[in-house]
């Protein structure tokens, strides 16, 4: 796709016209992925993280936050229970957390891939190269690091550099895909400061990446970030800024699906945040087909707190597990068997 045709799509608001959008990303998920929906078992474990990021309320000035990280027995708790309750995949994620040392998070995913089926994904932010080869050679399977934007200036301000460490996303996505993992990536939609062309070159970027994992999700104000602070926050000019709303998303979703067809897409819980009635069914037909119930216990689950409000909050494991399933078979959908495995990343390696 053009450019100049994004473009014209994440501005279009006529519903006839949306309609062929979502009728259009729903025929290339149904024909490129099936109609499956895959189920993560999403665990949090370590809000700790030494970053800046002017979005996020787990960036290390915020001194509100009561920090946690869960031990390996925790951990493997919440893994059986994916078992449990028949995923094929978890997922392991944090904030960017120096205290999760290499060499016991790689035990940790020996341990998992040898006790059970599950393919392993991390998502643990900007490690080092040798600290990505030592999980994958450990068995993990995916990694997931979003780029955010692909605005280099408003990525720069949103997102700034570690003294004396200026790697950047883009680069470790390159490593992370030269080790074989499966490579996941993302941005949030209507970011302030990011303008529809923006968002246009995120999507063309996520084509560029030949993505096998693609998340997005709409940006939600945390009151304790710079982003929150009229004063410091990036502006677009007049009648160019994204909104960060829940119709903004699905077109995202929708694109990112004609754009990469055999990529794995999850309904977000960011989503959910903004329509917990039916944001992750709607995302469904508009081009998803993966969504990550949550089993990090409930005392740990309010302290990763992103954003304010996040949906789901109180629920078990279990409750998740039900609600979901219950949402995807009300659609006439299947929840995936086994672990889900990205088509794209199969296409790329046979
Ligand atoms: N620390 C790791 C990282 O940054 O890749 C993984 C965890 S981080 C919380 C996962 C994602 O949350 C980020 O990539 C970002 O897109 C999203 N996120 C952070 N703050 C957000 C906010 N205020 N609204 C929406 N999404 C947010
Ligand atoms: Fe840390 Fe990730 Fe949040 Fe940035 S987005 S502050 S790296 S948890």
């Known amino acids: 796709m053009q450019l100049s045709e994004i473009t014209a799509w994440l501005r279009e608001d006529a519903p006839a016209r949306l309609a062929e959008l979502w009728r259009r990303a729903d025929d290339t998920r149904q024909q490129h992925v099936g109609g499956q929906v895959h189920l ?38 919440c893994v059986r229970n994916a078992v449990a309750l028949g995923y094929g995949t978890v997922v392991l994620q944090s904030g960017e957390d120096p205290g999760i040392e290499a060499a016991w998070m790689a035990s940790l995913v020996r341990r998992i891939k040898r006790d059970t089926p599950l393919a392993v994904t991390l998502s643990l932010g900007e490690r080092s190269d040798d600290d990505l080869a030592t999980w994958r050679e450990a068995g993990a399977d995916r990694y997931l690091l979003r780029f955010e934007t692909s605005n280099r200036r408003l990525y720069e301000q949103i997102h700034p550099a570690r003294p004396g460490d200026p790697r950047d996303r883009l680069a470790i996505l390159a490593t992370i895909r030269r080790l074989g993992y499966e490579v996941g990536s993302g941005v949030m939609v209507g970011i302030p400061g990011q303008t529809y062309e923006d968002l246009a070159g995120d999507l063309r970027l996520f084509g560029e990446l030949d993505l096998d994992m693609i998340g997005v999700g709409p940006y939600l104000e945390h009151p304790n970030t710079p982003l929150a602070d009229p004063a410091q926050r990036p502006t677009a000019p007049d009648g160019q800024q994204v909104p960060a709303t829940e119709l903004m998303t699905y077109k995202v979703i929708a694109l990112a699906r004609l754009v990469c067809p055999k990529a794995n897409i999850p309904a977000t819980t960011a989503l959910a945040t903004l329509n917990r009635e039916s944001g992750r069914e709607l995302g469904l037909v508009r081009g998803a087909n993966v969504v990550m119930p949550n089993l990090t216990p409930p005392q740990y689950r309010r302290l990763y707190e992103i954003y304010p409000d996040k949906a789901c909050l109180a629920e078990t494991g279990e409750a998740c597990h039900y609600c979901l399933t219950a949402r995807i078979e009300g659609l006439g959908r299947d929840p995936g068997a086994g672990r889900g495995d990205s088509p794209n990343y199969a296409t790329r390696n046979t």
Do not use: F, K, Q, T
């Open 40 to 77: 993560r078992g999403l665990i949090e474990i370590s809000n700790h993280c030494v970053r800046l990021c002017g979005y996020c309320g787990l960036r290390a000035p915020n001194a509100w936050l009561v920090r946690y990280r869960m031990s390996e027995g925790e951990i493997l708790d």
